[in-house]
């Protein structure tokens, strides 16, 4: 089955569940913690179609399934996704309630029985019960900044995410996430401390490979390489692959001989002003100007390419900075190379141009500024174990009047963020964010930051840890 039909098979059944938590929030007499559990196994066994073997071969059930998975969306939708201005009414829900939970734990064990020897009770269990964590962390410079304190939230209630994606910013946060399993948000802070506007970026015109040549160069191994093993003489830096949590990373590539301007065009295009924070009409012209040429790569597909490293076997090998650099390489702002004389990556690079028939890298949020759909197909190719998970989608570059300056990108940006909603669970917007020119935050900023991520998550930290939670077993005894 493609994927497009699986995501309209199972994406219903997904937001009953949604619904159904987030009434039970609103009104705690809506079921009790049994009647809840009974209702949510239910929904996650009729959206079972894979199930991870004893050899380790996922093996497909969503056929065997497909009479009790229609079943399921015929009583319970009617209930659980009720017409716009109507709430969910326990009365409507108790006649099902007497039912479903023999009907559910009759369909499990029969499931069971029919592949008995192939498939443990404890894969099944655990496909039923628990739920995996995915961050998606969009791009946006320093509008991403607020995703620390996020993390740090989801941290303290113990939501640790299976895997993370990311675009620009995003990306290199998804990095300082995923490369311990544990989350240390002093460790990140005093990373980010360390960075220096002349430690990352450099107005040098340089040799261009595989970037778009801009008016700034990006140093992004010199800037946090020592905590990704580029720091020692003979170290070899860390792999996509190594990082403790899955990490994709978005780029977009530019097809060969679709690029609208010459290569030399996007070197002289954005000319940052000497003072740029007490020049703001010279750098609202030189923003302006940029915008007309990002404009054209925004709205002609045609031109880009979307790719997904780390994605696959191959694009995990490449290396986990080099990925995030090419990520955040904007046209005409910011130049990410691999000069260095590095015959692995320049062959990973190389061969991934010419199967994709492309001839520049640049900044993943031309194409895919908040990846959700990227995180989705992972999840349902099996890379996380389980297909039983809740996307988390952070957008610190949706578009607001507060910095009516980058509306102009934002709504461009946004094209591409509205066909990868509805692949998330969750999407937060943060209308309050530092400006995306706070590429190298101070201090002050940072902490002013770290408090706006947590405080405009927080309220949705009950639906975050109900949903996450493992559910109780069910058994037949009650």
């Not at 994606?165 to 990140?188: C, H, K, N, Y």
């Not at 969750?426 to 930051?449: G, K, T, Y």
């Amino acid at each position: 089955m493609l994927f497009a039909e699986r995501f309209d098979q199972i994406r219903p059944l997904e937001e009953m569940e949604i619904a159904l938590v987030r009434g039970a929030i609103a009104n705690p007499a809506l079921v009790d913690a049994h009647e809840e559990a009974v209702l949510r196994t239910a929904l996650s066994l009729a959206r079972l179609y894979k199930v991870r073997g004893a050899a380790g071969r996922d093996i497909g059930v969503g056929a065997w399934l497909a009479p009790f998975r229609e079943e399921m969306e015929r009583r319970l939708k009617p209930v659980l996704l009720p017409p716009k201005g109507r709430r969910i009414a326990r009365t409507e829900l108790l006649p099902h309630l007497k039912e479903l939970k023999d009907r559910t734990l009759r369909t499990r064990d029969d499931l069971l029985g029919r592949l008995k020897d192939r498939v443990t009770y404890e894969a099944v269990d655990a496909e039923l019960r628990h739920k995996a964590l995915v961050l998606v962390a969009g791009g946006g410079g320093g509008t991403g900044y607020p995703y620390i304190g996020v993390m740090s939230l989801l941290d303290e209630y113990g939501l640790k995410p299976k895997l993370l994606a990311g675009t620009s910013i995003g990306a290199v946060l998804a990095l300082f996430r995923s490369r311990l399993p544990r989350f240390d948000q002093d460790e990140i802070v005093n990373i980010v401390r360390t960075l220096s506007w002349r430690k990352l970026f450099r107005a040098i015109s340089t040799e261009n490979r595989y970037g778009l040549p801009a008016a700034l160069r990006l140093f992004l191994r010199a800037g946090i390489g020592r905590w990704f093993g580029t720091d020692r003489e003979g170290a070899e830096a860390v792999k996509l692959k190594e990082l403790p949590i899955k990490t994709i990373i978005t780029v977009s590539g530019i097809r060969k001989g679709k690029l609208p301007h010459p290569v030399e065009f996007y070197e002289g295009l954005f000319s940052l002003p000497r003072r740029a924070l007490r020049d703001p009409i010279g750098l609202a012209k030189s923003v302006q100007a940029t915008f007309g040429a990002l404009a054209e790569l925004f709205t002609r597909p045609e031109i880009m390419v979307k790719l997904h490293l780390g994605a696959d076997d191959v694009t995990s090998e490449w290396d986990a900075l080099d990925a995030a650099g090419f990520s955040c390489a904007l046209p005409g702002v910011i130049h990410y190379d691999v000069l260095r004389e590095d015959t692995r990556m320049r062959g990973l690079i190389e061969s991934h141009m010419e199967t994709h028939r492309v001839s520049r890298f640049v900044d993943g949020g031309l194409v895919d500024n908040l990846p959700c759909k990227a995180a989705w197909r992972a999840v349902h190719r099996g890379q996380i174990g389980t297909r039983n998970a809740f996307i988390l989608a952070l957008n610190g570059f949706a578009a607001k009047l507060s910095q009516p300056l980058w509306l102009p990108l934002a709504r461009l940006a946004e094209a591409n963020v509205a066909s990868n909603r509805p692949y998330a669970h969750l999407v937060h917007d943060f209308r309050r964010s530092l400006s995306p020119l706070s590429l190298v935050p101070s201090l002050q900023d940072l902490s002013v930051a770290l408090e706006l991520g947590r405080t405009q998550l927080t309220p949705e930290v009950p639906f975050l840890a109900r949903m996450l939670a493992p559910l109780p077993r069910l058994d037949s005894h009650r």
